[in-house]
């Protein structure tokens, strides 16, 4: 009499059949050889842990106005202060706030307008260029012309042409409390060709393939065979476009707040901190801008150095 395995051992091994399949991979194999995937991987899942866990990480909350001790202000790194005597990691900005905390809590702005602002680009630019390789037409036409059209002009331009046309028309009493999705907006509504000219050369060539004509022999409808078959078959491009405009997107927020016309003071992202630390960098506190812009360096170098690992990796002609 043999003993039938249990429905949970069955989905354990299952799982670890998976993970085993997954981690022999080629994608794997090649992440584990890459001195630089691996550095650049660990500094991205640093960065973002401190940056979700900023609450707990940070030693000070910087934006409780009950914790601000003016006579921290200008405190240089891991010195004491003549006043008060504390000592800061990272030193203090003109307030007295901890450049260290204010640095996490930035870096979950930059991070939260970077992600969503490349998810809104993602979905739309995957979108469109489905449909107008796919539908063909006067529908390709329209939408490829619009995407050459806003491909002759900046995108950090085009960013702040939406990002002043959406808060011209946000009442203003809530302009403070939208500036970041309105942020994400621009950013997104500004990334979203790239996604959409590569997608759209993926499908006019898949859906010449085999499989495409057996879907629409059987009856499938157009909207099932670009979601089900197509849109499995053209991700890998997508995959590495996405990696590397997630460093842009970053940049781009940390120049629209440079430049006053992001994140709102209440809510400081990295660009914003810059933007403060460069008024005192020529009177000597050099540390309020250098430890922001250091920081949001290693974020968008690391990044950039997955994504190029990524593209090499999915590149069967490197392989």
């Given at each position: ?12 091994e299952r799982a670890r059949s998976r993970i085993a399949i997954a981690w022999d991979s080629d994608l794997a194999y090649s992440f584990r050889r890459s001195p630089v995937a691996l550095i ?33 202000g200008f405190t240089p790194p891991g010195e004491a202060n003549a006043f008060t005597g504390e000592t800061f990691l990272l030193g203090t900005d003109d307030q007295g706030r901890d450049v ?220």
């Open positions: 009499m043999t003993d039938t395995p249990s429905p949970n051992s069955v989905q354990t650049s991987f660990a500094v991205v899942l640093l960065l973002v842990l401190s940056a979700v866990f900023a609450p707990l990480v940070a030693p000070y909350d910087p934006f409780d106005p009950g914790t601000l001790n003016l006579m921290n260290f905390s204010t640095i996490l809590f930035g870096l979950r702005i930059s991070l939260f307008v970077g992600f969503a602002a490349v998810a809104l680009a993602l979905i739309l630019g995957v979108t469109l260029g489905l449909v107008a390789g796919y539908v063909g037409g006067m529908t390709e036409t329209v939408i490829m012309r619009i995407a050459d059209v806003q491909l002759t002009f900046p995108a950090i331009l085009v960013a702040m042409l939406i990002f002043g046309i959406a808060k011209g028309i946000t009442p203003p009493e809530y302009r403070d409390q939208m500036a970041i999705w309105v942020l994400i907006l621009a950013i997104g509504l500004s990334d979203w060709v790239q996604f959409a000219r590569v997608v759209r050369g993926a499908t006019l060539v898949e859906k010449s393939k085999e499989y495409v004509q057996a879907a629409r022999l059987i009856g499938r409808s157009p909207f099932a065979i670009m979601l089900r078959h197509i849109l499995p078959n053209v991700l890998s491009p997508v995959l590495v476009i996405a990696t590397i405009s997630l460093a842009l997107a970053i940049i781009a927020e940390a120049t629209l707040s440079f430049l006053g016309v992001g994140a709102p003071p209440t809510e400081p992202s990295l660009g914003t901190l810059i933007r403060i630390g460069q008024g005192f960098l020529f009177s000597g506190e050099w540390w309020i801008l250098f430890f922001p812009a250091c920081t949001l360096l290693a974020l968008a170098l690391s990044v950039n150095l997955l994504g190029d690992w990524l593209r090499d990796a999915l590149n069967p002609r490197l392989r």
